[in-house]
Nanobody
Framework: QVQLVESGGGLVQAGGSLRVSCAAS????????MGWYRQAPGKQRELIAT???????NYADSVKGRFTISRDNAKNTVYLQMNSLKPEDTSVYYC????????????WGKGTLVTVSS
Protein backbone atom coordinates (compact mmCIF):
# COMPACT_ATOMS: atom_id res chain seq x y z
CA GLN A 1 0.00 0.00 0.00
CA VAL A 2 1.32 3.42 -0.99
CA GLN A 3 1.14 6.42 1.31
CA LEU A 4 2.05 10.07 0.86
CA VAL A 5 2.73 12.00 4.03
CA GLU A 6 3.22 15.77 4.07
CA SER A 7 5.10 17.65 6.77
CA GLY A 8 6.47 21.09 7.49
CA GLY A 9 3.35 23.21 7.51
CA GLY A 10 2.77 25.86 10.14
CA LEU A 11 2.33 29.52 10.91
CA VAL A 12 4.60 32.12 9.33
CA GLN A 13 4.52 35.89 8.98
CA ALA A 14 4.03 37.56 5.64
CA GLY A 15 7.33 37.84 3.81
CA GLY A 16 8.68 34.77 5.52
CA SER A 17 9.66 31.35 4.22
CA LEU A 18 8.59 27.80 4.83
CA ARG A 19 9.45 24.42 3.33
CA VAL A 20 6.98 21.58 3.14
CA SER A 21 7.92 18.01 2.35
CA CYS A 22 6.07 14.94 1.11
CA ALA A 23 7.44 11.44 1.44
CA ALA A 24 6.04 8.48 -0.47
CA SER A 25 6.31 5.04 1.08
CA UNK A 26 5.11 1.52 0.43
CA UNK A 27 5.47 -0.87 -2.44
CA UNK A 28 6.71 1.58 -5.07
CA UNK A 29 8.20 0.60 -8.41
CA UNK A 30 8.64 4.10 -9.74
CA UNK A 31 7.28 7.62 -9.37
CA UNK A 32 6.49 9.75 -12.37
CA UNK A 33 5.21 13.28 -11.86
CA MET A 34 5.02 14.72 -8.35
CA GLY A 35 3.18 17.90 -7.53
CA TRP A 36 1.79 20.27 -4.99
CA TYR A 37 -1.77 21.54 -4.86
CA ARG A 38 -3.43 23.85 -2.39
CA GLN A 39 -6.96 24.54 -1.28
CA ALA A 40 -8.06 27.59 0.65
CA PRO A 41 -11.34 27.67 2.59
CA GLY A 42 -14.28 27.99 0.22
CA LYS A 43 -12.10 27.66 -2.87
CA GLN A 44 -11.31 24.91 -5.33
CA ARG A 45 -8.12 22.94 -5.10
CA GLU A 46 -5.50 24.42 -7.43
CA LEU A 47 -2.32 23.04 -8.92
CA ILE A 48 0.69 25.15 -8.01
CA ALA A 49 3.78 23.18 -9.01
CA THR A 50 4.86 19.93 -10.65
CA UNK A 51 8.14 18.14 -11.20
CA UNK A 52 8.88 15.17 -13.40
CA UNK A 53 11.22 12.32 -12.55
CA UNK A 54 13.79 14.02 -14.76
CA UNK A 55 13.50 17.31 -12.89
CA UNK A 56 11.42 19.40 -15.28
CA UNK A 57 9.23 21.85 -13.37
CA ASN A 58 6.13 23.92 -13.93
CA TYR A 59 4.52 26.54 -11.74
CA ALA A 60 1.25 28.39 -11.45
CA ASP A 61 1.57 32.08 -12.19
CA SER A 62 0.50 32.89 -8.62
CA VAL A 63 3.66 31.31 -7.16
CA LYS A 64 6.18 31.64 -9.97
CA GLY A 65 9.38 33.27 -8.74
CA ARG A 66 8.48 32.70 -5.08
CA PHE A 67 8.07 28.93 -4.75
CA THR A 68 10.52 26.20 -5.79
CA ILE A 69 9.64 22.54 -6.17
CA SER A 70 12.34 19.89 -5.95
CA ARG A 71 12.57 16.17 -5.36
CA ASP A 72 14.93 13.53 -4.04
CA ASN A 73 14.27 10.40 -6.10
CA ALA A 74 16.35 8.23 -3.77
CA LYS A 75 14.09 9.20 -0.88
CA ASN A 76 10.83 9.30 -2.87
CA THR A 77 10.34 12.78 -1.48
CA VAL A 78 9.19 16.04 -3.00
CA TYR A 79 9.73 19.46 -1.45
CA LEU A 80 8.18 22.88 -1.84
CA GLN A 81 10.27 25.83 -0.76
CA MET A 82 8.01 28.84 -0.26
CA ASN A 83 9.54 32.31 -0.04
CA SER A 84 8.03 35.79 0.17
CA LEU A 85 4.86 34.30 1.55
CA LYS A 86 1.64 36.29 1.40
CA PRO A 87 -1.55 35.98 3.45
CA GLU A 88 -3.31 34.73 0.31
CA ASP A 89 -0.96 31.72 0.32
CA THR A 90 -2.80 30.46 3.39
CA SER A 91 -4.16 27.04 2.43
CA VAL A 92 -3.97 23.35 3.03
CA TYR A 93 -1.15 22.09 0.83
CA TYR A 94 -1.56 18.64 -0.71
CA CYS A 95 1.02 16.41 -2.30
CA UNK A 96 0.18 14.33 -5.35
CA UNK A 97 2.19 11.72 -7.21
CA UNK A 98 1.70 9.35 -10.11
CA UNK A 99 3.12 6.11 -8.81
CA UNK A 100 3.68 2.70 -10.35
CA UNK A 101 2.80 0.15 -7.71
CA UNK A 102 0.39 -2.74 -7.28
CA UNK A 103 -2.12 -0.11 -8.31
CA UNK A 104 -0.64 2.40 -10.73
CA UNK A 105 -2.28 5.74 -10.50
CA UNK A 106 -2.53 9.08 -8.77
CA UNK A 107 -2.03 9.20 -5.03
CA TRP A 108 -2.75 12.02 -2.57
CA GLY A 109 -1.48 12.99 0.83
CA LYS A 110 -3.82 14.22 3.55
CA GLY A 111 -2.47 17.75 3.45
CA THR A 112 -0.57 20.14 5.67
CA LEU A 113 -1.85 23.54 6.74
CA VAL A 114 0.16 26.66 5.95
CA THR A 115 -1.03 29.88 7.58
CA VAL A 116 0.50 33.22 6.65
CA SER A 117 -0.27 36.06 9.02
CA SER A 118 -0.27 39.70 7.93
Amino acid sequence: QVQLVESGGGLVQAGGSLRVSCAASGSISSINVMGWYRQAPGKQRELIATITSGGSTNYADSVKGRFTISRDNAKNTVYLQMNSLKPEDTSVYYCNAVIRSTYTGSYWGKGTLVTVSS
